[in-house]
């Protein structure tokens, strides 16, 4: 069983995109899963300061209960932080309802799966035991990093990517470590998601893709991107 997990904050009102228009980018989100990988099971959370309560074609939805701290999260615009909750939020949630995917997929709400993406790619032995992430280089030579330790880095872009359901405890210890990073790198360079995995997932367990056919619109300009 392929599962994927659809992180969404459609109630916000960062960038140059409405509530509603959020909302009907979330369901093509979703439809785009049913169209392009139609056996698999598909998660559902939210973390939307304002609880969402639209209808989607989803199997479970995740319960997310706010307090200070998210509320804070969101005010913030620290999306990494909050994305690391809600995968710390959706992992409890699987053990408690005994989801065990064969091969995990988190994907962005308001980004879609584009053509070519094929799921049965995924079947290949090579993806056994592995991670599979679009990746690019990164120039961090201002202000000089001090994780990573070189002026350009593997960026690995999170808006889609995947990992054997075998080694999905194992990117949950690093969602917490990358948590604590973020928390404390607040204001600096790892205050960052993407960064933070490039830190911690192992090179010789990566399959780099380019690309992983995904498409959407950037959320703080509007522009189309396709990886």
């Known amino acids: 069983m392929n599962v994927f997990v659809v992180s969404s904050t459609i109630n916000s009102d960062i960038g140059v995109f409405t509530r509603e228009q959020r909302y009907e980018q979330t369901k093509q989100t979703i439809a785009s899963v049913r169209k392009y990988a139609p056996e698999s099971t598909i998660l559902f959370i939210d973390n939307s300061n304002e ?32 994305e690391a909750y809600m995968l710390s939020e959706t992992f409890k949630f699987m053990r408690t309802n005994v989801i065990r995917p064969t091969r995990f997929f988190k994907l962005s709400g308001r980004y879609r799966l584009a053509e070519g993406f094929n799921i049965k790619e995924y079947d290949d032995p090579k993806y056994k035991g592995m991670f599979a992430f679009r990746v690019n280089d990164w120039d961090v030579s201002t202000p000089s990093n001090e994780w990573i330790g070189t002026q350009t880095v593997r960026y690995y872009e999170t808006r889609l990517f995947s990992m054997c359901g075998s ?27 993407e960064m933070c995995h490039c830190y911690k997932i192992p090179e010789d367990k990566l399959i780099a893709m380019k690309p992983i056919y ?13 990886e």
Do not use: C
């Open 51 to 82: 609880s969402f309560h639209g209808d989607l074609d989803v199997d479970y939805r995740v319960p997310f209960t706010h307090n200070i701290f998210t509320h804070f999260m969101n005010r913030a615009e620290s999306k990494g932080v909050g």
């Open 167 to 193: 080694i999905m405890e194992e990117y949950e210890e690093y969602v917490g470590q990358m948590f604590e990073i973020m928390i404390t790198s607040w204001g600096k360079l790892m205050n960052n998601w």
């Open 214 to 226: 995904l498409e959407g619109e950037n959320a703080v300009n509007g522009v189309y991107r396709f």
